[in-house]
């Protein structure tokens, strides 16, 4: 909550709260806040918690951006903690046929042996300016959409260019509220971060899909790296002390993380093409995915190996989009959202000042209705999913950044923006091991869904094509293509739009295929979502007039804060008690007779004995979270770390459009937990003495 | 070949068969010939073998039809050979979860042991009768399509009652040619069928999906069954004696079985509909199943138990369409059928009294762009991919029952004629188990991909979730219904429509709903595939006039004769031996750490010692099948059985549309395998010698 709000009533605002949550709970433990605008006034109205600024700024500088998710400080020598799953990627680009450490797990017994992991940068966020006026005045009345776009995409690159060369902070303007507010972040980015200790992903993933969104749950999710400067250790001045004891049941904690994307704020035509159209067609490509490698996986335990890190994401992505989807078809949930709409109409229609937003929801209503007629073309073309191999991801990175680097910096496709250039290519000459049977199974089935998609006869399909099938086709460009070498790849990058040209690699050739309508398409989506932007600009105001300022935007990928208790819930007239033990675990392999995936890695099997099997494993929390949260740290009043997110319930899964408290909940690991493990399954006292932060 | 072209000369029919066949071998084994129009020339030209009367006489009435595919009588007291596969959804049906017989295998040590399979019917075809002109006399000029087909059902239903009435044999008047022919075939039915042996799954299926449809195999994909007539075994005049060697390399055998459905003789525009339409559509769902059960079958051995034949069968029809579609889109191949095409018009357009068909082409087109457009919603309705439980298929069945039978028999929809009347009530009635967990999730899921095809907003959708979400709808549906149980079903299909309105069963009741909108897209699309029948009369008539008779028409699940030689074939430069043995199968399991599926079954691990490993265990023939044809005995000149077929090689997977010589092949199952394994894996010692001929 902001300070110039301080004053008002905290009565009042408990009303007005009460009234904005009314189908949920009294005052729900809702929302993934701002730290430029956190929930003071709630956590002391309902928790007597005092939300202190330094409080909150250490918890804000000890948090980690993981890639797309989150993770922590947890020592002073920059040991970072995530989940398994975060650790992934790195995980399987570390591994090989011979070492397989996804699988298998790791821990380095000393520094020396801790791994690098090639493309691996993390983030920490430094401060939050507020830029919405400036990035609103580059925006004229008169203009059309496009040049709305091409204005505020301009003046954005500006700010962000000039915060990078005054700060050399990494610099990212964040559009908050469906595009109300406008706030600049600034990181501080690690790019050496080391790998130090994986467990099996059996235990980490433990029950496999069958037990992914589910509780109780027993899964030690956990995968700890460190970062480094100068070839050193980092020393950071902040990071979470580990609780002794974890969270007790009812206990108030936070979670600080960065949750990916939420639809809460929409409108009820957004949901209902979110319903409609989007999912089922995400859906849709999942579940091929999912088909095709599994089938592949299947042929071999290399084969396996090699398509692991995709296969679980598909799988994870798949049961949760199922999840959403099913929320949206359930009367129950949407009719909420439709009469939360309604109200809200209904309040700006007896405002005369707020006349012009009147129109907001049915500008939404036909922009989104091109969006969708766009949408086929806009996924297969410029989202690729009718190029699926990481080849061409590649190639088209090379070939736009030659010909938009040519361009003033405010003119260019977001992604190649002056401030964002030192992690693009990071990420782009980062090693990794490419596969060409993998790569061009999935490049054969993808063009076979881009003739599909878009029809065989379509002049591009067949000039995709060019007169060969679509496994001829993918084999030619993938092995033709020289782009797996990070060294091709950087020399291309660097000669430029020559060079490329006379390198002539067929994945690049494929992509200049088809960029001129992959441009022409983003353009268009881009335009109409300008037009959806500024709407919600308008819808986000007359919000604010209406019900005050206690309101968090959705989901951005960037750093909230969100708050709750450790709480268990009733399921089917069953309580689930909020915290499962390692005792837990062990019985669950047994009722599965040790079967996949409820088989446990062997040294789980040996040092049963040694285990205290009272320890908590996972405990549940009514935290607001969203995929994205992944690794984000679970802390107590205290600010000490007493566990690590790692899933939400099955009832969770709906949060995407609306929190709910009577069930859904956000799983974590037990702090405790982590350190009986590491100290009496992997024999890892040094790392575990380390979070404890007992001297070595 | 038809007696009356005997007399022409032999070398201008070569050359004739030489331009049919000319992309492929000079004369290629190509051909699912009928038993009333085998290929006898062809056989004497190539493999000088004479075809008699006697000898084909013997394989046809040896021949069985089992479900959709085919098995052989190999003992005169009646044992039935076929497929593991095949005999699937009977181990599924008879298994508990304390006897799990799909996956343990089954060995009836005595005859009282043999166990009778619910459900489960064969036929034997007993003789064949050309009703072409009857048919056709019932069609008149100035009909409209649908006044057409009704005519045609009306006199269809009116010559297969006749001849059961006649005969007392099962009689189907057989649409052979696209419509351009109608024979009549009448089968003796044995309803009593038991168990009698199957392997453990994992021999049957060894290799799983990644070896499905592909060679090198090594699988025992067998299951051994009898006919019971009065409680007693059916002593059978004609059974195939078992060969003591199995097939030698290049030699001639011959194929006797039911292949499913061939595409060969569809125009063009019907291709590209399957190209573009139906097969993706098609995968779509498949993808989408395989997904849902395997998510479920991971949850507990139970459920994977309960799902298995399902899961079996959804994998194996993706893996097989993947192919057809794979090769649809093959540049190389379409365009060979693209210029049949063309070469056929061409040759219609130079003959003056042909001019009538030159329309015929278009008129397909035109008929098939409607059919596409009713696609979505006949799949969803009339298919029931919207519905996807047995419990709707017997809440439908129960309710046309009751409605088509207060009409004659003429007007009746076609699986509701007289003729069929005694197979309908024995599938019925017989008893399944019904899961009610399993029942929801596919209704759920088929719920949802109703919403997501029709429209969530679609009136029809609306009225069917009737305000709930396709979970909460599903799982009222499914727990309110009683059809379930085999008394209620006969109940109600006894007691008629009063009954079944005063009983308000909810799947029923769900079934009634959606009925009239099914049955108006399946009237519509009958009337399409009407005009396309009389479309393809015209051009299977000009087809004869211009090139002949010889030509076999398109797979209708109907038997069929195939021939071809024991041959290996080159793949990616290697050669591939004809046949492989015991050995191999071990060789595998050792090169995949006997990781599933390549695991081997505990019998085989510990009497691997007694098995001569130099025994023949799979082999492949250039003979001409599909899908249907699984089951089917490979014989000799002799007609002794060498084989059985149990599936085609990748490169065979063309076949719906193309026959391909080059390396697209037919995979059996080697006569001395099934002995040596008998013998000496199970100890089934007398099944072995019963199957030898060898006296008890």
């Known amino acids: 909550m902001s300070p110039r709000n301080r004053s008002c009533c905290s009565a009042l605002k408990l009303i007005l709260l009460m009234l904005l949550v009314s189908t949920t709970a009294l005052i729900a433990d809702e929302g993934m806040w701002l730290y430029n605008h956190p929930p003071r006034e709630l956590l002391r109205e309902k928790y007597n918690f005092d939300l202190t600024a330094p409080w909150l700024e250490h918890l804000q500088l000890s948090s980690v951006r993981f890639g797309g998710a989150s993770a922590e400080f947890v020592s002073e020598d920059g040991l970072i903690l995530s989940n398994h799953h975060v650790g992934s990627r790195s995980l399987q680009r570390l591994s090989t046929k011979e070492h397989n ?4 797990g790791f821990y380095a017994r000393t520094r020396g042996e801790e791994k690098r992991c090639p493309g691996q940068e993390v983030t920490v966020l430094m401060n939050i300016e507020d830029v919405t006026a400036r990035v609103n005045s580059a925006v004229t009345p008169g203009m059309s959409d496009e040049q709305a776009f091409k204005a505020r995409r301009a003046v954005m690159a500006e700010i962000e260019k000039e915060s990078l060369d005054k700060t050399g902070l990494q610099s990212d303007v964040v559009t908050l509220y469906q595009g109300a507010e406008y706030h600049l972040y600034r990181y501080k980015k690690y790019t050496d971060v080391r790998l130090v200790f994986a467990p099996e992903e059996q235990i980490a993933f433990y029950g496999g899909d069958p037990d992914n969104f589910e509780y109780p749950r027993y899964d030690l999710d956990i995968c700890i790296f460190r970062a480094y400067e100068n070839g050193k250790p980092a020393r950071v001045g902040n990071y979470l002390k580990w609780s002794a004891n974890g969270p007790k049941e009812n206990e108030l904690i936070f979670v600080s993380g960065n949750p990916g994307r939420t639809d809460r704020l929409r409108t009820v035509a957004e949901l209902e093409y979110l319903r409609d159209v989007s999912y089922p067609k995400l859906l849709e490509r999942l579940n091929r995915l999912e088909v095709l490698l599994g089938a592949y996986s299947a042929r071999s335990q290399e084969n396996a190996r090699r398509a692991r890190n995709d296969l679980f994401g598909v799988r994870n992505s798949r049961k949760a989009r199922d999840g959403a989807l099913a929320g949206l078809l359930t009367p129950r949930l949407f009719d909420r959202l439709v009469e939360t709409e309604r109200q809200l109409r209904s309040a700006v229609a007896t405002r005369p000042e707020l006349a012009g937003t009147q129109g907001a929801w049915d500008r939404i209503a036909q922009a989104q209705s091109v969006i969708a007629q766009q949408r086929a073309q806009y996924d297969m073309l410029e989202r690729a999913s009718g190029f699926n191999t990481t080849l061409f991801t590649y190639a088209r990175e090379i070939l736009r950044s030659a010909e938009e680097r040519t361009k003033p910096n405010g003119q260019r496709l ?13 990420r782009l000459f980062a090693e990794q091991p490419i596969y060409t049977d993998l790569e061009t199974l999935k490049l054969a089935d993808s063009l ?11 002049p591009l399909v067949q000039k995709v094509l060019a007169g060969q099938s679509p496994q001829a086709r993918a084999s030619a460009a993938v092995r033709g293509s020289k782009l797996a070498s ?27 295929l088809v960029d001129p309508d992959a441009r022409v398409v983003r353009s268009r989506v881009e335009s109409e979502e300008e037009a959806i932007r500024q709407a919600h600009g308008q819808i986000g105001k007359a919000r604010y007039a209406i019900e005050g300022p206690n309101h968090y935007p959705d989901a951005t990928s960037t750093l909230r804060l969100a708050f709750g208790a450790c709480r268990g819930y009733e399921q089917e007239g069953q309580a689930i008690p909020y915290e499962t033990t ?35 494993f996972n405990f549940v929390s009514t ?34 459009f609306l929190y709910t408290e009577d069930q859904a909940r956000a799983v974590a690991v037990h702090s405790s937990a982590i350190i009986e493990a590491l100290r009496k399954v992997y024999d890892a006292g040094p790392l575990a003495d380390e979070l404890i932060g007992k001297s070595r």
């Open 101 to 104: 450490y996804l699988r298998d």
């Open 414 to 426: 977001e992604e190649y923006r002056e401030s964002a250039r030192a992690s693009f290519e990071f």
């Open 448 to 458: 076979t869904f881009l003739a599909e998609t878009m029809g065989y006869n379509h």
């Open 486 to 512: 990070s060294a091709t790849r950087r020399s291309l990058y660097e000669g430029g739009e020559t060079t490329i040209r006379e390198a002539a690699d067929p994945m690049i050739e494929l992509a200049r």
């Open 582 to 616: 390692l005792a837990g675990l062990y019985e669950r392999a047994a009722e599965h007779h040790d079967q996949p995936p409820f088989d446990l890695p062997p040294p789980w099997l040996a040092k049963r004995k040694r285990l205290d099997l009272r320890v908590p």
């Open 623 to 656: 935290a607001d979270i969203i995929g994205g949260n992944s690794g984000s740290p679970v802390v107590n009043r205290a600010g000490e770390l007493v566990g690590l997110i790692f899933d939400g319930n099955i009832q969770s899964l709906v949060a995407d």
